[in-house]
């Protein structure tokens, strides 16, 4: 069994969050994500990450904050792999997610 361990981001962006869900589900095709899920009413998109050094998965959750939206990116990696001893797997998720997004 793998050893996981969760990483979490907290931002707030400009703009409504059914501009910011549909941006997020993009970010995450780009990004390399697979099985990709969004569900709309609970304003989460879930997907996940595997390359050769890398296997986990991001949640975020989309909250309205005014006319803003705030963004929880969640991501749970394995770390029990040499590649973990050198950088964080969850930021390099949460990075894959982040540098996709606009």
């Known amino acids: 069994m793998a050893v996981r361990k969760t990483v979490e981001d907290t931002f707030v962006v400009a703009g409504k969050r059914e501009q910011w869900f549909s941006r997020c589900k993009d970010a995450?095709?780009?990004g390399g994500f697979t099985a990709i899920q969004a569900n709309e009413a609970f304003g989460q998109v879930k997907g996940d990450y595997k390359t050769f050094s890398v296997w986990g998965s991001i949640e975020i959750t989309l909250m309205p904050e005014g006319e803003n939206t705030k963004i929880v990116a969640k991501a749970?990696?394995?770390v029990d792999n040499i590649f973990a001893l050198f950088s964080s797997p969850g930021k390099k998720i949460i990075e894959a997610f982040k540098s996709n997004v606009s």
């Open 28 to 30: 995450l095709s780009k």
């Open 76 to 78: 749970m990696a394995n």
